[in-house]
């Protein structure tokens, strides 16, 4: 296209959208690691968990004045690209391959547990969600052409879920930013891609048959697709991604559902570039934030259409209440920032 016309087309498609007039500020924090942090789970505005590679489990309770690592034994090699917390005490982290597997804290650190764990060929966890502290949910690639997903229903015993839908050729989920599932109340979405088409799984309960959604994302190749999905609520939902070996490209970057997954539209508005994660306001669910390797971008109408703001290189960002939070990137990048 055009770079005039190019122009022109996204002048007009800014001017239709209710966009935001906040900003983002972004200011980073002193932490022990150089490893890429791509796991992020915030509790509160004074406690968050990140984890990353080089068998990196970080936390805060302070609200990010200091940082501490929280080594798991055993597990010094495992690249963690997920943790989930509900205290400062309960985590679980998630450890992608090889001898990797699902662990669990319940003393802040201290002591962990290693609770799901194989050796099989081609084993590899992508991301987990909760529900609750007892019930979550975990996604590995496929397996016997089925997508692994493992249900928990006491926070202890992890176990497959051998109704998944065949998965298609190239088909995965992106262990980008442990945001490739999704879960509310008992229902749970995955988002894929690498296939010809990038797809939502749903199940709307534990023992609930999956629907498949396609979605506009990705370019179809092995490196496109949905990197993150966020559910807003019960019926609003975005997804975030597009192709992570060209991550300036815009196109097909975002889309967004207002049916709880079941149909998915592109994006306006396109992110400027390549998005890893997604995450909606807490307190109004029409504000989203999505961020990647090239910056963070702003959605103000529940990701029709979005606005870059900040350049920092990220690869997960979160919420802790209604004006801030963290994000998480590479080189031990820890940040915390404010919506003014």
Not at 63 to 88: C, H, M, N, Y
Not at 221 to 232: L, Q
Request: hydrophobic share 40%; charged share 15%.
């Amino acid at each position: 296209m055009n770079p005039g016309l190019r122009a022109a087309v996204l002048s007009a498609a800014l001017a239709s959208a209710p966009l935001c007039a906040q900003r983002l500020t972004f200011t980073r924090q002193a932490t022990p690691t150089r490893a890429s942090l791509r796991g992020l789970s915030v509790v509160s505005d004074q406690v968050a968990w990140a984890s990353g590679s080089g068998g990196t489990v970080l936390r805060t309770v302070d609200g990010g004045a200091t940082w501490s690592a929280l080594p798991i034994p055993g597990a010094e090699r495992q690249d963690f690209r997920d943790v989930k917390a509900f205290s400062d005490k309960l985590a679980y982290a998630l450890a992608i391959a090889g001898n990797g597997g699902l662990y669990k804290t319940s003393d802040g650190g201290a002591t962990w547990t290693r609770q799901y764990a194989s050796t099989e060929p081609g084993f590899f966890l992508d991301s987990m969600a909760f529900r609750d502290a007892r019930h979550g949910t975990a996604v590995g690639d496929p397996m016997a052409g089925k997508f692994l997903v493992l249900d928990t229903a006491d926070g202890i015993a992890w176990k497959p879920d051998g109704t998944v839908p065949p998965a298609l050729a190239g088909e995965g989920a992106f262990a980008a930013s442990g945001s490739a599932i999704a879960v509310r109340g008992g229902q749970v979405w995955i988002a894929t891609g690498g296939a010809a088409t990038a797809r939502v799984y749903h199940r709307s309960c534990p023992t609930c048959a999956w629907s498949v959604a396609d979605a506009p994302m990705g370019g179809g190749g092995s490196g496109s697709g949905i990197f993150s999905i966020a559910i807003c609520d019960g019926r609003h939902a975005a997804a975030v991604g597009g192709d992570y070996t060209h991550p300036e490209q815009t196109a097909r970057s975002a889309a967004w559902s207002k049916d709880g997954g079941a149909t998915w539209n592109a994006a306006a508005a396109m992110p400027a570039g390549y998005r890893s994660s997604v995450a909606c306001n807490p307190s109004n669910r029409k504000l989203l934030l999505a961020a990647g390797p090239t910056g963070t971008d702003l959605s103000s109408d529940g990701g029709a259409h979005w606005l870059a703001d900040a350049k920092e290189n990220l690869n997960t960002i979160a919420w802790s209440g209604k004006n801030g939070g963290w994000a998480v990137g590479p080189r031990g990048a820890i940040y915390r920032f404010t919506l003014r």
